[in-house]
């Protein structure tokens, strides 16, 4: 192919694809070579237009529909800060400007919202300093865990494992098993929160930390979290706090003060990017007094001139965790975000996810057994088993809720609860929404009791109906040619 580049550069053309039946000589063997032109298939510009519409249609949108997904749902993800990420003042500027000599100069605005949003962050955490760079939630919890383990070195602490409640999302274990620790789990009480006895049998000088969700996944708060914090402490333990969803308390309380070390948030989430897919993301990392020296660079600094600068010289820093410096399209929004919400738009935030949770609550508790009776908190956890007993399970009722054109919510998890359906309305959705799907869910309960068999034959609406999930899961055909055989 360097004889066609090369070829059309003297000649300076641009590039040029050669005829096909012309053999490009000296490139490949004659036996290779084809002897006429490859049969391609032929498609109208109209075609290919609908063909790539419809298949758009198929995708659920939280722009068309009701998204009540538990734990990891999209929140609130206006418009306007696709905008401002848009911007080509941000959008346009090459990542190695700032490293040229003079570059910085070019790149103030930038480092400004990376230097703000830090400093936005600590003032909701209550933490000293962040690492913006993290690229998703997952990454951001290796980078705390990693931050822990800096810390335990430079003690010379001899550390085994880390503790972790059983109702966590999968992540946390993961992120310290790859961060070189054990996992001791520790099971929740009948309240739906961690055991505390359970935690102190497992404290001993070997534990490095626990990493816990508060509220957890199942909705609740932990009203000890700041004993718990005592005593992980007393063993000279670090509290990590996984602020995934931090839209249940934004505003209202401060991971800083009820003394956690490190905290993740998931700008994703809580801080206006959608995330369908799987991207992008953005997951900075807090931490307090004891772990800022460890922090990843680079940092963002702001000199005396009042200029900003980037600044790698920490000789105590874990390094680099990812290139460049994070997310920033998803920083910028979250950035946005923060300028319009103002301190009494995030507080409202936190209001409108808890009530929305309990409103659900409130209103299904007659028709699902519910996991916990107490008030929650950003979602509300919800048991099929007594639907289940009449042989309609967590899954019929997800299904159930695609033919109404709700995406369906968290089944199966956390794992703590039999038959869970976990609800996290977000605090975006209006009461006419909440409703919709509250009467949807008690004609589900009431099909279940009259018809459990009807529930077979659900989704009816869609292109593929109940595939063989084991069998799909064990022969992917993940081509366009083999799934159409
Ligand atoms: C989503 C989520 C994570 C992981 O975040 P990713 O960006 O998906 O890696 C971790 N913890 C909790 C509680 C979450 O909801």
């Not at 306007?80 to 080509?88: G, L, Q, R, S």
């Not at 077979?456 to 081509?479: G, Q, Y």
């Amino acid at each position: 192919m360097n004889v066609i580049f090369e070829k059309s550069v003297a000649g300076r053309q641009g590039f040029r694809v050669p005829d096909s039946d012309v053999p490009v000589e000296g490139t490949l063997p004659e036996k290779y070579l084809r002897t006429a032109a490859a049969k391609l298939p032929e498609v109208s510009e109209l075609d290919v237009v609908r063909h790539f519409t419809q298949l758009s249609q198929q995708n659920f949108s939280v722009d068309a529909n009701f998204y009540p997904l538990g734990s990891c749902t999209m929140k609130y993800n206006p418009k306007f800060t696709e905008k401002v990420a848009a911007m080509p003042g941000f959008a346009e500027l090459h990542p190695l400007l700032p490293q040229l000599r003079g570059g910085e100069q070019y790149v103030q605005g930038a480092l400004e919202v990376l230097f703000e949003c830090e400093r936005w962050l600590c003032e909701i955490t209550g933490m000293q300093a962040f690492t913006m760079q993290p690229l998703a939630g997952a990454h951001g919890e290796l980078t705390g865990v990693m931050l822990m383990a800096a810390y335990h070195k430079s003690r010379g602490n001899s550390k085994k494992y880390i503790i972790i409640p059983d109702s966590a999302h999968g992540t946390n274990p993961a992120s310290a098993a790859v961060a070189g620790y054990e996992i001791v789990s520790v099971p929740s009480d009948k309240k739906g929160g961690m055991d505390i006895d359970k935690l102190k049998a497992a404290l001993t000088p070997e534990c490095a930390g626990l990493m816990i969700t508060c509220p957890d996944t199942h909705g609740v708060f932990n009203s000890r979290i700041d004993e718990i914090a005592r005593m992980v402490h007393e063993v000279d333990g670090i509290m990590y706090y996984d602020g995934a969803n931090l839209n249940a308390t934004l505003g209202r309380c401060r991971p800083g003060d009820i003394g956690f070390d490190v905290v993740h948030l998931n700008l994703h989430k809580t801080f206006a990017t959608p995330h369908g897919g799987g991207g992008p993301g953005s997951g900075p990392v807090g931490v307090g007094s004891r772990l800022v020296k460890f922090l990843p660079v680079s940092r963002v600094v702001k000199r005396s001139d009042g200029k900003f600068a980037l600044n790698y010289e920490y000789p105590d820093t874990i390094g680099y965790i990812a290139s460049f410096y994070g997310a920033f399209g998803v920083i910028l929004k979250a950035y946005a975000y923060m300028l319009m919400l103002g301190r009494d738009g995030l507080k409202a935030t936190s209001d409108h996810a808890v009530l929305n949770a309990n409103y659900l609550l409130h209103r299904l508790k007659g028709a699902y057994q519910i996991a916990f009776d107490r008030i929650c908190m950003h979602e509300c956890l919800f048991s099929a088993a007594r639907q289940a007993a009449l042989g309609v399970h967590a899954i019929d009722i997800a299904k159930f809720l695609i033919d109404k054109k709700m995406h369906p919510p968290t089944v199966y998890f956390p794992l703590t609860v039999k038959e869970a359906i976990m609800i996290e309305p977000t605090e975006t959705e209006s009461k006419e929404t909440l409703d919709r799907f509250v009467e949807a869910m008690l004609e589900a309960d009431e099909l279940a009791r009259k018809d459990p068999e009807a529930f077979h034959k659900i989704p009816s609406t869609m292109p593929i109906s109940r595939p063989d999930e084991t069998k799909a899961a064990r022969e992917a055909k993940v081509n366009y040619f083999s799934s159409h055989k």
